[in-house]
């Protein structure tokens, strides 16, 4: 494709949560933020160079999965059972083509395998073996051992959440960090969304989040891309994504609005919490969260970058 000298935006979340600023030492907050930064690269010498909005936003999923800071690829939570099921999707807004995966345990970088649904199936969503059957047949694709996701900290976690959890009345608000998440627009124009995770801590087998599930946790049309992180079930019971870009299309809302409204007003309400990053055909983004903290970083459409952790 011809480079021209349109704008790109590009934006990525490393999932949100109750991220204490005391509870993160200084060296912590810098390796997330050189993680965050190099995620912010890989999508951005392909969006300068002309490259496309989906390439951008799978470059910059990968580099995310890559890092054990973030719960996706190396690093991903345990499931219940101590092992991990991986969850993921892709969206083109032009073209609206997605394709997804659901309870992946072998594939090291599960949005991979999404965009190879995408591309070379009949189908938008494989889960579990059918997705790992489909893997068996794509020989550029890395597998790995299951236990080659999981991390000392992240077992900790677990045993800390089986322990929280089989104390009466504890919820799963805000009990969930890391889902790792990119947005972009490219200078031809066009919009995609990518979302990758573990999912959460202790979950039960076979449970399936709101991130591979177009409209839930990841959405693009021609209008806006948007990839959520946050308490999954209360994401799939608001269709979350999918009505950030509804109130746009169908109530002229702006993204500011759109994404406010479902993050700050419609999840919240179901009892959840969590975040969303968003951009539109204009190039304005949009990043809500209702935790106290959600790693993110942009490249603005004025070439302005930025990494954060907390409201600042
Ligand atoms: N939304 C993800 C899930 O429920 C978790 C997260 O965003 O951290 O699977």
């Not at 930064?37 to 470059?59: I, P």
């Not at 948007?226 to 999954?232: C, D, E, F, K, P």
């Not at 994404?259 to 190039?283: F, N, R």
Request: overall charge negative; proline content about 4%; glycine content about 14%.
């Amino acid at each position: 494709m011809p480079v021209c000298d349109a704008p790109f935006v590009l934006a990525i979340h490393g999932g949100a949560g109750v991220i204490e600023p005391e509870a993160l030492s200084a060296d912590e907050a810098r390796v997330i933020h050189a993680a965050l930064g190099a995620a912010l690269e890989a999508g951005h010498v392909l969006l300068r160079d002309g490259g496309t909005a989906l390439d951008a936003v799978e470059a910059a999923v990968i580099r995310l999965e890559e890092s054990p800071c973030f719960n996706a690829g190396f690093g991903a939570v345990f499931t219940a059972e101590g092992a991990h099921e991986l969850d993921a999707a892709l969206m083109e807004g032009h073209t609206r083509r997605a394709g997804a995966v659901a309870g992946v345990r072998t594939v090291r970088n599960p949005v991979r395998l999404a965009r190879a649904v995408m591309e070379r199936s009949a189908h938008v969503l494989l889960a579990g073996e059918g997705a790992e059957r489909f893997a068996d047949g794509l020989p550029d694709l890395e597998r790995v051992a299951n236990a080659w996701f999981g991390t000392p900290a992240r077992h900790a976690q677990l045993l800390l959440a089986q322990a929280r959890e089989a104390a009466p009345g504890d919820g799963l608000k805000g009990r969930y960090f890391g889902t790792v998440g990119a947005v972009a627009l490219d200078r031809h124009g066009r919009l995609a969304a990518a979302t990758s995770t573990g999912g959460m801590t202790n979950k039960r087998f076979g449970r399936i989040g709101d991130s591979p599930l177009i409209g839930s946790g990841t959405w693009a049309d021609a209008r806006c891309a948007v990839s959520a992180t946050g308490w999954g079930e209360i994401y799939i019971r608001c269709a979350a994504a999918h009505d950030i870009a509804a109130r746009m299309a169908y109530g002229g809302a702006s993204l500011a609005e759109a994404s406010e409204a479902v993050i700050l007003g419609e999840v919240p309400a179901l009892g959840g919490d969590g975040g969303a990053i968003a951009v539109d055909a204009a190039g304005n983004l949009a990043m809500p969260f209702s935790t106290s903290g959600m790693y993110r970083g942009w490249i603005d459409r004025h070439g302005q970058r930025c990494t954060r952790i907390f409201r600042d």
